[in-house]
């Protein structure tokens, strides 16, 4: 999913003549903590409501009073992984979207960043987590696919985490069946260590419901 698949335009952006407050009038409006500053179609950068806070006299312009604008941006044929990435990093609440010569074209919030996420981790369908326990050398995509389409069935999403200082690592799968008993035993007789699942009906319904409240408190 790249940016450009996830981008809004909903909120405008501001531009270095606008004032300090009008900027923390917006960012209360939409509940975000940054801004894109746009001059003539291109992106100048970010400014972030604790900068616009310190400004001695707010009513006045953010050029006039040299407001600290951040130089941070995804490309639209950038993946959204990016995006987490960069806004993990800095604590962004709203990361800009341009082109290749620096023309804005919108913004990605950590709030909508979180539902494409949900989308592609399949985390509001239906089916069972398992999650497995292994040596970076054992690892093997093809391998674990192949255990878990032996039993009619299918990987709806994965991701992989590394133990810090560890040779280990964890491989969380999202499963398309309620029921994982048949490829529990399957992993188990290829030797794999499952360290937690995740596999009746309800703990799926609870999990959906968890995700949309968190979804409900991320819009408050």
Do not use: W
């Amino acid at each position: 999913m790249l940016s450009k698949q996830v981008l809004q335009t909903e909120i405008e952006p501001i531009t270095r003549s606008d004032s300090g407050l009008y900027a923390l009038g917006i960012m209360d409006e939409y509940k975000v903590e940054h801004l894109p500053v746009v001059e003539s179609g291109l992106l100048v950068g970010l400014v972030s409501e604790l900068d616009l806070l310190d400004m001695h006299r707010p009513e006045g312009s953010l050029a006039e009073q040299e407001v600290s604008i951040t130089h941070v941006s995804v490309n639209t044929e950038e993946h959204c992984f990016r995006a987490i990435e960069l806004m993990g990093e800095m604590s962004l609440t709203c990361l800009p979207v341009v082109d290749r010569e620096n023309k804005y074209a919108g913004y990605i919030t950590a709030r909508h960043l979180v539902e494409c996420m949900g989308e592609l981790t399949a985390a509001q369908d239906p089916g069972g987590i398992l999650i497995l326990e292994l040596n970076h050398n054992d690892y093997s995509l093809s391998e674990i696919a192949q255990i878990v389409e032996s039993n009619d069935a299918k990987v709806l999403s994965m991701y992989v985490s590394n133990h810090v200082d560890s040779t280990k690592m964890e491989v969380t799968l999202k499963i398309n069946r309620t029921d994982l008993s048949a490829i529990i035993q399957t992993f188990e007789r290829y030797q794999y260590r499952i360290t937690a699942t995740y596999d009746q009906s309800d703990d799926t319904e609870e999990m959906q419901r968890r995700f949309g409240l968190f979804m409900n408190y991320l819009n408050m």
